[in-house]
């Protein structure tokens, strides 16, 4: 009897049980309606708190999705904070993503899966530092995420990205081999011809 219930009481994560997750962990169906006053990612099937974002990190994120939207080409979309579904255990929610629209319902996905994202963009604040520095990058590099980019606040407070490209015999992430640190412009043909002026991401 007891063990009934607390199978059923596990079917879906809640405000109440959300810190108590199955041995196996939560997967992404159990967590889709949990509802938290605060930020929060699925994680190996943990439901983690995500560190507050500052306006600094709002805008680049927002000014990055604009400008990366006017480069697009077919068949790419680009979207900001939409999850990205790795596994059933871990659906990160990256700052933006660009991936391959095509076979994707826009009005019944709840989730881009990882295999259609080509690029993975994080914008670090003082509380993911570690998330985008090593841990996500390893992470879409595992999946086969293709691109992936860490924006950093340089010390002038102006962005800088770094710009990093799978490689194929190793799956990891390995630096862009001619410009591996964005500063003041990004410009890059991968995943497609993007050219970005920095200072505009912070209203310069």
Same mark, same amino acid.
């Given at each position: 009897?007891?063990?009934?219930?607390?199978?059923?009481?596990?079917?879906?994560?809640?405000?109440?049980?959300?810190?108590?997750?199955?041995?196996?962990?939560?997967?992404? %169906?159990?967590? #889709?309606?949990?509802?938290? @006053?605060?930020?929060?990612?699925?994680?190996?099937?943990? !439901? +983690?708190?995500? *560190?507050?974002?500052?306006?600094?990190?709002?805008?680049?994120?927002?000014?990055?999705?604009?400008?990366?939207?006017?480069?697009?080409?077919?068949?790419?979309?680009?979207?900001?904070?939409?999850?990205?579904?790795?596994?059933?255990?871990?659906?990160?929610?990256?700052?933006?993503?660009?991936?391959?629209?095509?076979?994707? %319902?826009?009005? #019944?996905?709840?989730?881009? @899966?990882?295999?259609?994202?080509?690029?993975?963009?994080? !914008? +670090?604040?003082? *509380?993911?530092?570690?998330?985008?520095?090593?841990?996500?990058?390893?992470?879409?590099?595992?999946?086969?995420?293709?691109?992936?980019?860490?924006?950093?606040?340089?010390?002038?407070?102006?962005?800088?990205?770094?710009?990093?490209?799978?490689?194929?015999?190793?799956?990891?992430?390995?630096?862009?081999?001619?410009?591996?640190?964005?500063?003041?412009?990004?410009?890059?043909?991968?995943?497609?011809?993007?050219?970005?002026?920095?200072?505009?991401?912070? *209203?310069?």
């Amino acid at each position: 009897m007891g063990a009934v219930m607390i199978a059923e009481r596990l079917e879906k994560a809640t405000p109440e049980n959300w810190m108590f997750p199955p041995a196996e962990g939560w997967t992404v %169906d159990q967590v #889709e309606d949990l509802e938290l @006053p605060f930020d929060w990612e699925l994680v190996d099937g943990v !439901v +983690v708190v995500r *560190g507050r974002t500052v306006l600094w990190h709002n805008h680049v994120r927002s000014r990055i999705e604009r400008r990366l939207a006017e480069c697009l080409q077919e068949p790419y979309d680009v979207v900001a904070e939409q999850c990205v579904l790795i596994d059933k255990y871990n659906p990160p929610v990256p700052d933006v993503v660009v991936y391959d629209k095509r076979g994707i %319902d826009l009005f #019944e996905a709840k989730y881009i @899966p990882v295999e259609k994202a080509v690029l993975v963009v994080e !914008v +670090v604040s003082p *509380g993911s530092r570690q998330d985008d520095r090593v841990r996500k990058p390893a992470m879409y590099a595992a999946a086969g995420v293709k691109n992936y980019w860490r924006v950093e606040r340089g010390e002038d407070g102006l962005p800088e990205v770094h710009e990093f490209w799978l490689h194929s015999e190793t799956g990891q992430y390995i630096s862009a081999f001619d410009r591996p640190v964005h500063t003041r412009k990004l410009e890059t043909d991968r995943p497609f011809s993007v050219v970005i002026d920095l200072a505009s991401l912070v *209203g310069f």
